[in-house]
């Protein structure tokens, strides 16, 4: 079995910055990629950015060129860099790990970013 154990959310006035963390323990044989997928109220679950073994990257439209996905494969930790904070940036942001044949989500940390 895996965890994620994400950190950093919090409050933040728009234009603000905030680092999240999600760190993988456990079971890891081995990692494909982890990434950064956030849900707001009454919204589908969306992605936001993906960051593969070899460190390729991959950003939605809505944050690219603000947030900043980096990975520390010796501590199978996943960062999200987030700049210029907007308040529709506010959801709740969950880690996803892809496993050789698992995928396993963390449980959530919540940004709100307001006006």
């Known amino acids: 079995q895996v965890q994620l154990v994400e950190s950093g959310g919090g409050l933040v006035q728009a234009g603000g910055s905030l680092r999240l963390s999600c760190a993988a323990s456990?079971?890891?044989?081995?990692?494909?990629?982890m990434g950064w997928y956030r849900q707001a109220p009454g919204k589908q679950r969306e992605l936001v950015a993906v960051?593969?073994?070899?460190?390729?990257?991959n950003y939605s439209d809505d944050v690219k060129g603000r947030f900043t996905i980096s990975r520390d494969n010796a501590k199978s930790t996943v960062y999200l860099q987030m700049n210029s904070l907007k308040p529709e940036d506010t959801a709740v942001y969950y880690c996803?790990?892809?496993?050789?044949?698992?995928?396993?989500w963390g449980q959530g940390t919540q940004v709100t970013v307001s006006s």
């Open positions: 456990g079971n890891i044989f081995s990692i494909n990629a």
């Open positions: 996803k790990l892809w496993g050789l044949a698992n995928i396993y």
């Open positions: 960051i593969t073994s070899g460190s390729s990257t």
